[in-house]
């Protein structure tokens, strides 16, 4: 059940309406919402409801063990074997095929003839956010930031809550918790808060990020030899901006149904493309994972010991690699997180070594030239994230180098929306909160209209139909 | 005392939440009843849902009649043709 149907809006009127009736009964409330969580995830493919269970009895298990013993090794030791078993899971998976692939390719190039065990495995959606969030949980609880025993029921509605549940954002343990602990409210900001971000996700995803995909990516990445240089440039920055777009629409749209349930979550997107620094951008890019790893990966490298230059450089490194490798199971994205650790090292060396030059340089100057660093770096680098093989990256990359006049996919529409969808990463970061701000006091009758209006216009603009979120299969 | 105030904040806020969801259902039931006829008719073949199929029909029907179903449509031939502009006119 995609977020811009005509089900999901009729799911989602029962559940408002029915969760907000529970609303003073805590209990029935969770249970209710742990039902329609359920119901939502069974729409894919009801088996893996299931796995969602074991995932939750599993971290749920963990918790428990921790709170139950004090000696620093037992409690290390459970918080590593959950932590582990959680990844064995996803491992399995989402990279059992690729490994087998890549086996399989190793033998044959050192002439070795071997059968594989060939599994069809089917990718349960959204598994790799809910592997996390059952991992923050229990490290949370290791590290003694979850203080209260949490029961069953809350840690199974934290991990299978329908609006972050397939393609986040990742919803810490630390902070959503708290929140089922006490009767949830909705006041007037909240509510015109929830329902500006419903409609500037649902016109993100059904009407910008799907024409610049039809109309210019997919055909240029189908196969980029044969295209025009000024296309390929086009493609490269619409791709980016086709990610941003697409998934921020998926969080705006999580964030705001949220919202209206009573639950807050944190920004997942912050005017990324507005950054002056690789190193920023991450920041204020798919935040919930930008954290995640830096919180339990990055530090789990680290450790607590002070760490050299060189170590820093490695463990920034290494988290980009993985992070690109949790992205999926293909070299293409593991090549991509190389790209990205590699330029942040590289971004933060010069940053050390060049401190009179970048004196020199005036401030807009250097801004200029972070973000001009910042952005192509990203929007190269997602040539290989797009891309379905190396070999379609590789063509691409030997087009781009080779000059072809003309221009045919790259319409005046599309070069517009490239642009525009850039120039408001420089606007201020509330532009969406004034915007609720001045539509809170509306009377009754026009903010309903204004809301209407604002999900006709994506549907008269928008094609019938929609595609799936790209961050579903991850 | 303060809890009382605050419930009664919420519940007004929740309400005015339901209104605005049926104001902006009815807006897409009025003018987008071709997608509505769409959507009910993908669902999986049933008794009840040829009824609400056959409703949704109807109510189509008498959208084109008073015209409010040509909206989404003009609107859609509108945003065509800025979508076709090619940079040699």
Redesign the interface.
Same mark, same amino acid.
């Given at each position: 059940m995609l977020f811009p149907? /005509?089900?999901f809006?009729l799911f989602f &009127?029962a559940v408002?309406?029915v969760a907000?009736l529970a609303?003073d009964r805590l209990t029935v409330r969770k249970l209710f919402l742990l039902a329609t969580s359920y119901f939502f995830y069974a729409q894919w493919d009801w088996r893996f409801t299931g796995l969602l269970a074991f995932s939750s009895a599993l971290n749920y298990l963990g918790g428990l063990g921790l709170n139950r013993f004090d000696a620093p090794r037992t409690r290390k030791a459970i918080m590593l074997a959950v932590v582990a078993a959680n990844l064995v899971v996803l491992g399995f998976f989402k990279y059992y095929g690729f490994f087998i692939d890549s086996l399989t390719d190793l033998f044959v190039a050192w002439g070795i003839r071997r059968d594989l065990p060939i599994l069809e495995i089917i990718l349960p959606v959204g598994i790799s956010f809910f592997t996390f969030q059952g991992i923050s949980y229990v490290v949370d609880v290791y590290r003694g930031q979850i203080k209260h025993p949490v029961s069953l029921l809350d840690l199974f509605l934290f991990i299978s809550f329908f609006p972050q549940l397939v393609a986040g954002p990742i919803v810490r343990a630390a902070h959503f918790l708290p929140q089922l602990r006490r009767k949830s #409210?909705? !006041? $007037?900001e909240? =509510?015109a808060y929830g329902?500006v971000l419903i409609v500037s996700g649902l016109f993100k995803k059904t009407v910008v990020a799907h024409?610049i995909a039809t !109309?210019l990516v997919d055909p240029v990445f189908l196969d980029p030899a044969s295209h025009t240089t000024l296309d390929l440039i086009g493609a490269q920055y619409a791709y980016a901006v086709q990610v941003y777009l697409d998934f921020s629409a998926y969080s705006d749209i999580a964030i705001g149904i949220a919202a209206?349930l009573g639950f807050r979550f944190r920004k997942n997107f912050d005017r990324p493309f507005g950054s002056t620094s690789l190193a920023q951008l991450w920041q204020r890019w798919h935040i919930s994972l930008s954290t995640f790893l830096r919180d339990y990966l990055y530090r789990a490298l680290r450790g607590e010991r002070r760490e050299s230059t060189l170590m820093t450089y490695r463990n920034i490194f290494l988290t980009m690699l993985l992070g690109g490798l949790w992205h999926g199971a293909a070299w293409t994205f593991i090549i991509w997180g190389a790209i990205h650790g590699l330029a942040l090292v590289a971004e933060r060396h010069f940053k050390r070594v060049s401190g009179t030059f970048r004196k020199a340089l005036s401030p807009g100057l250097g801004a200029l030239f972070g973000w001009l660093f910042a952005f192509h770096v990203f929007t190269l680098a997602a040539i290989f994230f797009r891309s379905p093989n190396i070999g379609i990256a590789a063509d691409y990359f030997a087009s781009l180098a080779r000059f072809r006049p003309g221009?045919d996919f790259l #319409?005046? /529409?599309n070069a517009a929306l490239i642009v525009a969808c850039v120039a408001v990463h420089f606007l201020p970061g509330d532009a969406l909160n004034r915007v609720a701000e001045r539509l809170r006091p509306l009377p *009754?009758?026009a *903010? $309903? =209209?204004l /809301?209407? &209006?604002g @999900? *006709?216009?994506s549907?008269? @603009?928008g094609p019938?139909g929609v595609a799936p979120f790209i961050y579903y299969q991850f | 005392m303060r809890d009382t105030t605050e419930d009664r904040s919420y519940v007004a806020t929740v309400r005015r939440g339901l209104i605005v969801f049926l104001i902006a259902a009815a807006m897409l039931a009025v003018f987008n009843s071709a997608r509505l006829r769409s959507a009910v008719r993908d669902w999986p073949p049933s008794a009840v849902t040829d009824r609400i199929v056959l409703a949704a029909d109807r109510w189509h029907g008498w959208m084109e009649a008073i015209g409010a179903a040509a909206l989404v449509p003009a609107i859609h031939d509108g945003f065509e043709r800025v979508r076709r502009l090619r940079w040699d006119g």
């Open positions: 149907t /005509f089900e809006g &009127l408002y309406v907000w609303r #409210t909705l !006041d $007037g909240t =509510l329902l024409y !109309d209206l221009v #319409t005046p /529409f *009754l009758a *903010l $309903g =209209l /809301f209407g &209006l @999900i *006709l216009a549907e008269a @603009i019938e | -």
